[in-house]
């Protein structure tokens, strides 16, 4: 059964940074694509960065950019998030999804994965 692990979840400080990871484990599994939704408190999951684990070719939403970069480790079947100059509003539920089928461009909305984390929580303090 494929499963996904998060990890690096915390509480930190608005303008410190925090690296997400997430490790994708199973027996036939290797993802295609990766990536990073989060969900706070009354609101809707929400994208966040994926990534395409052969080409690299990364998407990241417009409210993180500059100061989130996803990354992976294809050896190691991980995707990481690491996150600077986080912000208050920066604080959910961050949530890591995995892909298995091909897709041009790297996937930007809940549909299109298959796999699920648990999720870790990131509380940013002001």
């Known amino acids: 059964q494929e499963q996904l692990v998060e990890s690096g979840g915390g509480l930190v400080q608005a303008g410190h940074p925090l690296r997400l990871s997430c490790a994708a484990s199973?027996?036939?599994?290797?993802?295609?694509?990766m990536g990073w939704f989060r969900q706070a408190p009354g609101k809707e999951r929400e994208f966040v960065a994926s990534?395409?684990?052969?080409?690299?070719?990364?998407s990241l939403a417009d409210s993180v950019k500059g100061r989130f970069t996803i990354s992976r480790d294809n050896a190691k079947n991980t995707v990481y998030l690491q996150m600077n100059s986080l912000k208050p509003e920066d604080t959910a539920v961050y949530y890591c999804?995995?892909?298995?089928?091909?897709?041009?461009?790297?996937?930007?909305?809940?549909?299109?994965?298959?796999?699920w984390g648990q999720g870790t929580q990131v509380t940013v303090s002001s």
């Open positions: 999804a995995a892909r298995g089928g091909y897709k041009w461009m790297p996937p930007r909305t809940i549909s299109e994965y298959d796999y």
């Open positions: 199973g027996r036939t599994f290797s993802a295609y694509a």
């Open positions: 990534i395409i684990m052969t080409a690299g070719s990364a």
